[in-house]
């Protein structure tokens, strides 16, 4: 079955420390993949996605991320996090083709400590 | 965990019918919910937000007449997409937000919408 799983829910790094979010999926076809942020009050916004080639992908804001096809895997990345990256992120898969499918994460909630 | 069920998954219409989506969170309480239309390799833009009981809040440039949100309980909300046009083809998402919590969000799994 179709899945994705974002193993923490909350993770908490001083400003300044560098992130990883984790992000795992079970998807039967090619996948396109995506990473959300939702700021509180705000809706969603695309942080970088990855459709094919280049595995290492640069987003907004500073953000990266990877795709591992051997482990199912897109994390995202941040070599230096500040204040204002807290929010909420969601990580997504869609299929290759016509979309029929789009399935989320179930969000992993970042504080930053001053 | 919350599961947000979205019903149809597909479907195809003639130019000019009307189309209604449901968004059901089935094991909670949202008085918030969100639609959200997706163009092939494109970001999420979101239509609307809906509030239990009350008018929806539509974006800037989204037809209220033509897409007409109804979150008349807790558990519901539906979008009619009305007289619809071959440009209305997209693929929809909802999400929900649980009551009493102004964070965590909950998705349904879309409805592909193709309009002949």
């Known amino acids: 079955a179709q899945s994705v799983t974002q193993p923490d829910i909350h993770i908490t790094v001083s400003e300044g420390a560098s992130l990883e979010l984790r992000c795992n999926y079970s998807y039967g076809a090619t996948p396109y993949l995506f990473w959300y942020v939702q700021s509180p009050g705000q809706g969603l916004q695309l942080l970088l996605k990855?459709?094919?080639?280049?595995?290492l992908v640069q987003g907004i804001k500073g953000f990266e991320a990877e795709f591992k096809r051997s482990q199912s895997s897109f994390n995202l990345r941040k070599p230096s996090v500040h204040w204002s990256d807290a929010a909420e992120y969601f990580c997504a898969v869609g299929a290759s083709s016509g979309f029929n499918k789009f399935y989320f994460g179930s969000g992993t909630k970042l504080n930053v400590k001053p | 965990g919350a599961v947000v069920s979205q019903h149809p998954s597909w479907v195809i219409c003639k130019s000019g019918t009307s189309v209604k989506i449901e968004c059901r969170s089935l094991d909670f309480q949202a008085t918030t919910m969100f639609w959200y239309r997706q163009f092939p390799k494109q970001s999420l833009m979101l239509m609307a937000t809906?509030?239990?009981?009350?008018?929806?809040?539509?974006e800037q440039g989204v037809e209220k007449d033509k897409f007409l949100i109804n979150h008349a309980s807790l558990t519901l909300s539906t979008l009619t997409v009305t007289s619809a046009h071959p440009e209305d083809s997209s693929f929809y998402i909802c999400?929900?937000?649980?009551?009493?919590?102004?964070?965590?969000?909950?998705f349904g799994s879309g409805t592909q919408l193709s309009v002949l």
């Open positions: 809906s509030n239990e009981g009350s008018k929806a809040t539509y």
């Open positions: 990855y459709f094919s080639g280049d595995t």
């Open positions: 999400s929900a937000r649980q009551a009493r919590s102004n964070e965590k969000l909950f």
